[in-house]
């Protein structure tokens, strides 16, 4: 059973910085991308950043992009969101995601989310 969890979640000041972490299992994610979405109260959820599990390209939403950083660890089969320089407005609940690397697949395996909240 594939599983996506999600921790590392909480409540931090404007400027402040916190690691998200998105543990994977049930299945090789060789040939996959891994993401990160979010999604605020009374809104939609919306892309942050992507990983391909292949070679680590990555991707970022323009919002987000120059302070956070998303990463993996092969051996762990983790995926990382590193972010730093918090604003309010990135409160929201974080979903870890995957998908195949296949032209036009969807997101799949989605995690339960971890909330942060950034404080002003």
């Known amino acids: 059973q594939v599983q996506l969890v999600e921790s590392g979640g909480g409540l931090v000041q404007a400027g402040g910085s916190l690691r998200l972490a998105c543990a994977a299992s049930?299945?090789?994610?060789?040939?996959?991308?891994m993401a990160w979405f979010r999604q605020a109260p009374g809104k939609e959820r919306e892309f942050v950043a992507v990983i391909w599990w292949t070679d680590g390209s990555t991707n970022y939403a323009d919002s987000v992009k120059g302070r956070f950083t998303i990463s993996r660890d092969n051996a762990k089969n983790t995926v990382y969101l590193q972010m730093n320089s918090l604003k309010p407005e990135d409160t929201a609940v974080y979903y870890c995601a995957a998908r195949p690397n296949i032209v036009s697949a969807k997101y799949e395996y989605w995690g339960q989310g971890t909330q942060v909240t950034v404080s002003s």
């Open positions: 049930g299945r090789t994610f060789s040939s996959y991308r």
